[in-house]
């Protein structure tokens, strides 16, 4: 248990497209605007655990040219925010939008996010500690898990929430953006890499 507790906070803490992008809704538009993103992420990731546990991912996934059509639009979609995030200039975040994404984005990102699947994958076959109660076994993981997840990802909003709201130089806000781009990047490369 301790194992798994170590594993799901240096998982959940390292940048993936869900922390990144609560990090740029904080950073656009503040704390609380927030709020509705991260329910979404939760509700998606809540989703997207119960997929991999069940094994209906793993039934999906299966499927060659289901799973490559998955794949190629995970990869496009991050790519895509990726760029979005290096290219806004000296506005730290995305660029500029009048409203900050709301709880449906937080939902459907999970859906497409591998390292979602990654992270559900590894640590639901993973760090056994109940063989004769495994459906006890999910309830204690989910429940540890939550405990972790919500917190991890209410720091990186706040930590969002502060760069915003710093007055720092254009060349520190560039380097900022190209941080958390390249950031995402290395998740789309660890994807493209684990698919080979």
Do not use: C, D
């Amino acid at each position: 248990m301790i194992e798994f507790i170590i594993a799901v906070f240096f998982l959940l803490i390292t940048p993936g497209p869900g922390v990144l992008t609560t990090a740029g809704i904080g950073a656009a538009f503040g704390y609380r605007a927030g709020f509705g993103f991260v329910g979404g992420l939760m509700l998606g990731g809540f989703i997207n655990m119960m997929l991999v546990v069940s094994g209906i991912a793993a039934l999906v996934l299966a499927v060659p040219a289901l799973r490559s059509m998955l794949f190629l639009a995970s990869v496009g979609y991050l790519t895509y925010l990726a760029w979005r995030i290096a290219s806004t200039g000296s506005k730290i975040g995305f660029s500029a939008a009048e409203k900050p994404l709301g709880f449906f984005n937080g939902l459907t990102l999970q859906f497409i996010n591998p390292k979602a699947y990654v992270v559900g994958t590894a640590l639901f076959s993973g760090f056994a500690f109940l063989p004769e109660a495994p459906f006890w076994e999910v309830v204690i993981k989910l429940f540890f898990f939550n405990i972790i997840w919500l917190p991890v990802h209410l720091i990186w909003l706040s930590a969002g929430a502060r760069l915003g709201s710093l007055n720092l130089n254009r060349a520190t806000q560039r380097n900022i953006n190209v941080g958390m781009a390249a950031s995402l990047m290395i998740v789309v490369g660890v994807a493209v890499v684990s698919s080979l």
